[in-house]
């Protein structure tokens, strides 16, 4: 089957036909849309997904703004999105679609192999989330069993990383709580370690006296349940690496 190359500015006909301008009718088949912005893939999934009669595939969206606009005007009954997106994800893009849609179902189909990127999106709602290595026959039995509102993914799979995600959540929030422990001066030392300085070199950075400095880095190490400096030191930048962009500074006065 010959795919034509695609403009995501116009509107898909069923296959064999040429498309049709403005927005799609509805159709008594599964009316799919393909939001993916690379167009390889996109012509790939709409050449898959239109050799099968019971599939429509309505259009192709590259960015979450555009699928957002295309379901606004066309019936979407399974998204089939890239996790990630120019402007966004997989979630935000589900998001925009159900603003017109509510029902509309949801299967991911990305390179990202990550965790993080399926459980966000199951979270969101999705039926599925495939890798893009799953096979052509894998791919159309995932947009018809979303159709039919299944969930693609073991229950207990499901749990087992929901449970993991949770217990990840409440590690970091513990970290993080540890860390916001400190106070001033605890904060200003363990900023001190994190450059290397040795107790000795830390007082005469703060003209402290020695065992004053050595007091503060038990509490420190105490404090963030470190067994020593440079756990003490890791475990801060772990925290640090899993905060915004541009914490305040005050949340986090360790950082230079």
């Given at each position: 089957m010959s795919v034509k190359p695609l403009r995501h500015t116009a509107s898909w006909g069923s296959p064999g036909r040429a498309p049709s301008p403005g927005c799609e009718q509805p159709h008594r088949s599964i009316n799919v849309l393909i939001v993916e912005d690379h167009a390889v893939v996109?012509?790939?999934?709409?050449?898959?997904?239109?050799?099968?009669?019971?599939?429509?595939?309505?259009?192709?969206?590259?960015?979450?703004?555009?699928?957002?606009?295309?379901?606004?005007c066309s019936a979407v009954d399974v998204a089939v999105i890239d996790f990630w997106l120019p402007d966004g994800n997989a979630v935000d893009a589900a998001a925009a679609i159900r603003t017109h849609h509510p029902d509309a179902y949801v299967v991911v189909v990305s390179a990202d192999d990550s965790e993080q990127a399926m459980i966000a999106s199951v979270e969101s709602g999705a039926s599925g989330y495939l890798i893009k290595t799953a096979t052509g026959a894998e791919i159309v039995r995932a947009v018809r069993k979303a159709a039919d509102g299944d969930v693609l993914i073991p229950a207990h799979k499901l749990a087992e990383l929901l449970a993991r995600n949770r217990d990840a959540a409440r590690r970091e929030a513990a970290r993080t709580e540890r860390l916001a422990s400190l106070t001033a001066r605890e904060a200003e030392i363990l900023q001190l370690m994190s450059r290397g300085l040795t107790n000795r070199e830390i007082a005469a950075e703060l003209s402290i006296a020695y065992p004053t400095v050595r007091s503060h880095v038990r509490k420190v190490l105490e404090k963030l349940n470190a067994r020593s400096k440079l756990e003490a030191v890791v475990k801060a930048a772990e925290v640090e690496r899993t905060s915004p962009a541009d914490p305040d500074p005050d949340t986090v006065p360790w950082r230079s």
């Open positions: 996109a012509e790939g999934l709409a050449a898959l997904l239109g050799e099968h009669p019971d599939l429509h595939v309505i259009g192709w969206a590259p960015t979450v703004a555009e699928a957002g606009m295309r379901a606004q």
